[in-house]
């Protein structure tokens, strides 16, 4: 029986002009995972990158005259390691539903054949392509979500709504860990956010700086990557309800080292996102269920860079 599955260089150039779209693309998902370091192994000869750390020596002490220096050992913190996995999510897209997006054409493998214009076939696909990354972007972030669960420091509400306090703590808690990065930001759920405004607007206290304003001021062309204000001049940004992380009847936020490049660059962050291959999409014809195969695949890992990167914030849900 002749094999019904077809993928032509017509597919292969059009999932590579899709790609290069749904990638510069809005991402309103995601938050945290823009606040990440980015680093990829793709073709070293190892699936793992470790990201070893310099621990604390500590002070130097005095040394009497003529006496030897004891040697120390450098120590090194915590190794991190990073494996990446693939994700991948597919769906089928059927002649009925191609034809009904380009009226007037005459055969659906047109669009694959070289007869079709590049937007029609765009016309035909993108819709799909973009709600299909959407679930990449929703898995990286919800590994990045994860990850701040496993920051060591906390600043506790067990049980109570956000409050100006709880804020201050985790800054507290984060100037403590001397990080030489100080680039900070604030990540909070929905709920989060919200207590803190209910916080801000019924204060009686001197908290109305102007930059702590700016979180109760909603507005229509509020920014697309969850950006809110800033909260004594740290950055506050909303996680997507969708991938947001609990524990009991509380919700969890954080207060990250924001990252810039890669890891082992100047800037590292509390959140690293490794690849392995880089995003791509895949079509493929299949003729015997009268339809086009559309995929989209993307090898990563996502994970803390150390758990001292931050202070977990704890608040009821």
């Known amino acids: 029986m002749p094999n019904t599955n077809t ?19 809005p991402t309103p998902k995601n938050v945290v995972s823009k606040l990440a370091n980015y680093n990829t192994i793709a073709g070293m000869p190892s699936g793992t990158l470790a990201l070893p750390r310099f621990g604390d020596l500590g002070a130097a002490p005095t040394v009497a005259e003529g006496t030897a220096v004891t040697s120390t050992a450098l120590a090194m913190g915590t190794e991190s390691t990073f494996t990446p996995a693939d994700y991948a999510m597919m769906a089928e897209i059927t002649y009925k539903a191609m034809r009904e997006k380009v009226p007037g054409l005459a055969s659906v493998h047109s669009l694959f054949d070289g007869s079709a214009s ?3 076939q765009i016309s035909v696909f993108m819709a799909e392509a973009m709600r299909l990354k959407g679930t990449i972007d929703e898995a990286v972030e919800g590994q990045c979500t994860l990850a ?76 697309l990557d969850g950006l809110r204000g800033t909260f004594m001049g740290i950055p506050v940004y909303e996680i997507s309800q969708s991938v947001i ?73």
Do not use: H
Request: overall charge negative.
């Open 245 to 317: 992380q609990t524990t009991g009847g509380d919700d969890l936020g954080a207060l990250i080292v924001v990252g810039r490049g890669g890891a082992e660059g100047a800037n590292p962050g509390s959140l690293v996102v490794v690849s392995g291959s880089e995003l791509y999409f895949t079509f493929e014809t299949v003729n015997a269920k009268r339809s086009v195969e559309l995929q989209v695949n993307y090898e990563f890992d996502a994970g803390l860079r150390a758990t001292d990167y931050g202070c977990e914030i704890q608040s009821v849900s």
């Open 7 to 25: 993928t032509t260089y017509a597919d292969m150039i059009l999932a590579e002009i899709i790609g290069e779209v749904a990638l510069s693309a």
């Open 118 to 120: 590049l937007e029609q």
């Open 148 to 223: 701040l669960t496993g920051i060591a420091d906390i600043a506790n509400g067990t049980g109570v709504a956000l409050t100006v306090a709880l804020m201050e703590e985790a800054i507290y808690k984060q100037a403590q860990n001397e990080i030489l990065n100080e680039d900070l930001a604030f990540c909070l759920t929905p709920k989060q956010l919200s207590d803190l405004r209910s916080a801000i607007t019924t204060a009686t206290g001197p908290v109305w700086s102007t930059d702590i304003q700016s979180i109760t001021q909603i507005r229509p062309d509020v920014s």
